[in-house]
C-alpha cells in the first residue's frame, strides 16, 4: 500500500470520528432542548388547569394582578406544593415545593419526573414560610424559564421602571414582597443562614444584607421583617444571583 492512500485512509477515519464526535453533540443538544421544552410545557399545563387571574375591577386588585391559586387541586397532584410564587414585572410564576432537602426537586419538575429545569424549592432547612428568613432556589435555565428572569434585577434601571414587587401564595393566605437587595454571592455565603429568631443577630444579618446591594433600592427593612430570599446560579455557574425581598403585607 502506497503512502499517498495511507495518508488518505486515515484523512478518512479521521473524518469520520469528527463527524460521529460532531453528531453526537448535535443528539445532546437536541435532548436538551427537547428536555427544557417538555418542563416548560408541564409547567404551563399545571398553570392552566390551577392558577386564574383574579376577575375583579377593584383598583387594588388590578394593582396587584392577584391570582386565585386552587391548592386542593396542586396538593392532590402532590403533597410537596406548599406554595406559588408569581412576580409582577417579569415572567415568575411557578409552583414552590419542599421535600426537607436541597437536592430532591434541583432536577425534578413539579410532578416528581426527571427534568433539567427542576423545580422551584424552599430551603430544606426551613420549615415554612413563616420563619423570619426563608430560601427559595430555582434553575437559571438558558431558555429563559424558571429562575431565569431574575437577572434583570441586576440592573438598576430595569428595578427603578418595574418596581420589584412578587406575590406569595399559600393554602393559608397572600402576601406581597418587595425587594430591597440585589446582589451577586458565593454559593457558601453566610446569607444562606436560616434559623433566626428576632435579636440583635438577626438585625446585623439584615444590615448585612441591605449593604451588600449592588445598588439603592430606597426599600426600607425592618429588625421584625420577614424576609425571603430567592437564589439562582450567574451564567457561568460559578456564583449566585441573589434576591432580598421583604415582606410588607398580608392580602388575604
Excluded at 499517498?4 to 453533540?25: E, F, G, N, P, S
Excluded at 427593612?221 to 410588607?248: E, F, P, Q, W
Amino acid at each position: 500500500m502506497s503512502k499517498q492512500k495511507k495518508r488518505l485512509d486515515w484523512i478518512t477515519v479521521i473524518r469520520i470520528i469528527l463527524l460521529i464526535i460532531m453528531l453526537i453533540a448535535l443528539l445532546a443538544l437536541a435532548l436538551r432542548l427537547w428536555d427544557y421544552k417538555k418542563g416548560t410545557d408541564s409547567y404551563n399545563a399545571l398553570r392552566n388547569e390551577t392558577v386564574q387571574t383574579v376577575q375583579d375591577t377593584t383598583q387594588e386588585q388590578q394593582t396587584t394582578n392577584l391570582l386565585h391559586v386552587d391548592f386542593t387541586d396542586l396538593q392532590s397532584k402532590n403533597s410537596d406544593i406548599i406554595g406559588w410564587l408569581a412576580f409582577d414585572s417579569v415572567d415568575i410564576s411557578y409552583p414552590v415545593l419542599y421535600s426537607g432537602d436541597n437536592s430532591y426537586y434541583l432536577r425534578r419538575l413539579w410532578d416528581k419526573s426527571y427534568n433539567q429545569a427542576g423545580s422551584l424549592f424552599l430551603e430544606g432547612n426551613n420549615k415554612s414560610f413563616d420563619e423570619l428568613h426563608t430560601i427559595v432556589y430555582g434553575h437559571n435555565m438558558k431558555n429563559g424559564s424558571m429562575f431565569a428572569p431574575l437577572k434583570e434585577y441586576l440592573n438598576q434601571d430595569f428595578f427603578e421602571e418595574n418596581g420589584g414587587w412578587f406575590t406569595l401564595y399559600t393554602p393559608e393566605g397572600i402576601w406581597r414582597y418587595q425587594i430591597f437587595s440585589v446582589y451577586q454571592a458565593a454559593a457558601d455565603d453566610e446569607l444562606y443562614t436560616v434559623g433566626f429568631v428576632e435579636s440583635e443577630e438577626y438585625n446585623a444579618f439584615l444590615k448585612m444584607l441591605y449593604e451588600n446591594s449592588l445598588y439603592e433600592t430606597g426599600v426600607t427593612v425592618y429588625s421584625d421583617d420577614h424576609v425571603m430570599t430567592l437564589s439562582t446560579c450567574t451564567d457561568d455557574g460559578k456564583n449566585r444571583i441573589v434576591v432580598h425581598a421583604r415582606c410588607a403585607e398580608q392580602i388575604q
